[in-house]
């Protein structure tokens, strides 16, 4: 069965510094990897995803992830943090070639980004 | 575009009471619809699987007689939770995906549910 892992509750960051938030996947074949925010009461804010191709993607708000088949990671990353990103994150994946299937979530990590 | 709307976005109902959430696809046709449940500070969890003009698929243990759903056009989705108590007091999300190109889901605003 295809599942995500987000191993880290919390990430705490200074604005300005680097981040990284992490996920871990497992699934059968190629996956299709997403990132999602939520800020509190709110929707699901898209990201980026990884259905194939170069492994580096760059999403939304200077945001960008890599996909690494060998280590089954997704790692979520932004070269400088801003207090606005302070907010819950998810990883999600869904099966290759299922396109009406649910995506499977991680639990989320919540990013708090000092200032 | 792909925008998915949900209404309400909050409401408070008294126990034993139904309440009904829409989610609408708002420019584009969603032929799969998913409905999911989100406890304070957790993940999201799949409740059920809808798709236009059949019965929804539900996930282990969602009681389908309680969360009612019908997805009767390929632009709305209904979630009815049905002699609500306060237990059922949760984040409801719901998520469409575009015919044919559904490589991501869209997801609505989201609806907080207090049940007093």
């Known amino acids: 069965a295809q599942s995500v892992a987000q191993p880290e509750d919390q990430v705490n960051v200074a604005e300005g510094n680097p981040l990284t938030v992490k996920c871990t996947y497992s699934v059968s074949g190629n996956p299709y990897l997403f990132w999602y925010v939520q800020y509190p009461n709110r929707g699901l804010q898209f990201l980026l995803k990884?259905?194939?191709?170069?492994?580096l993607v760059k999403g939304s708000y200077g945001f960008e992830a890599e996909f690494n088949k060998s280590q089954t990671s997704f790692h979520l990353k932004k070269p400088s943090a801003l207090v606005s990103d302070s907010a819950l994150y998810f990883c999600?994946?869904?099966?290759?070639?299922?396109?009406?299937?649910?995506?499977?979530f991680g639990k989320g990590t919540t990013l708090s980004v000092s200032s | 575009g792909a925008v998915v709307s949900q209404h309400p976005s909050w409401v408070i109902c008294k126990s034993g009471t139904s309440v009904k959430i829409e989610c609408r696809s708002l420019?584009?046709?969603?032929?799969?619809m998913f409905w999911y449940r989100q406890f304070p500070k957790q993940s999201l969890m799949l409740m059920a699987t809808?798709?236009?003009?059949?019965?929804?698929?539900?996930e282990q243990g969602v009681e389908k007689d309680k969360f009612l759903i019908n997805h009767a056009s390929l632009t709305l989705s209904t979630l009815t939770v049905t002699s609500a108590h306060p237990e059922d007091s949760s984040f409801y999300i719901c998520?469409?995906?575009?015919?044919?190109?559904?490589?991501?889901?869209?997801f609505g605003q989201g609806t907080r549910l207090t049940v007093v």
């Open positions: 998520s469409a995906s575009r015919q044919l190109q559904s490589t991501e889901a869209f």
């Open positions: 420019d584009f046709q969603a032929t799969t």
């Open positions: 809808s798709n236009e003009g059949s019965k929804a698929t539900y």
């Open positions: 990884y259905i194939t191709g170069d492994n």
């Open positions: 999600a994946v869904r099966e290759p070639n299922q396109a009406g299937t649910a995506l499977i």
